[in-house]
């Protein structure tokens, strides 16, 4: 059988339908669901432990974790081609890199800053 420019094969019908939208079952997305619930709860229960310079860590760890979710299954990263998936990781790292370089930075001015003093302003 030989093909045209014209003809199409019931196969790359079925791919072009498909590749539009992913039906994602529902236990997969109440699963989701509940977890970034139990880690909006862990977020407020950390918030209770004095962890003292790490909490700013844990609380971009557990953002991190809460948006590559929403990425990976609401925005159907996972079922996306792998180029996206690795634009998506090589973000996540080079904001970790300047968020890093930004707080290995405020060690310099720490002592000049004044916290919690009033502004003379009513």
């Known amino acids: 059988m030989t093909t045209t420019p014209h003809s199409h094969s019931p196969a790359a019908d079925d791919r072009a339908a498909h590749s539009l939208a992913h039906v994602m079952p529902v236990p997969v997305l109440i699963g989701v669901f509940l ?29 991190t974790v809460k948006a590559s979710l ?6 159907h990263l996972r079922y996306d081609t792998p180029l996206n998936a690795l634009i998506f990781v090589f973000g996540l ?30």
């Open 35 to 63: 977890a970034l619930v139990l880690l909006t709860v862990v977020t407020v229960v950390a918030t209770f432990f004095p962890t003292g310079s790490f909490e700013i860590w844990i609380s971009l760890g557990i953002a």
């Open 70 to 75: 929403v990425a990976v299954y609401f925005m």
């Open 93 to 122: 790292i080079f904001v970790a890199l300047f968020l890093g370089l930004t707080m290995m930075d405020t060690h310099q001015y720490q002592p000049d800053l004044m916290i919690n003093q009033p502004n003379g302003v009513d």
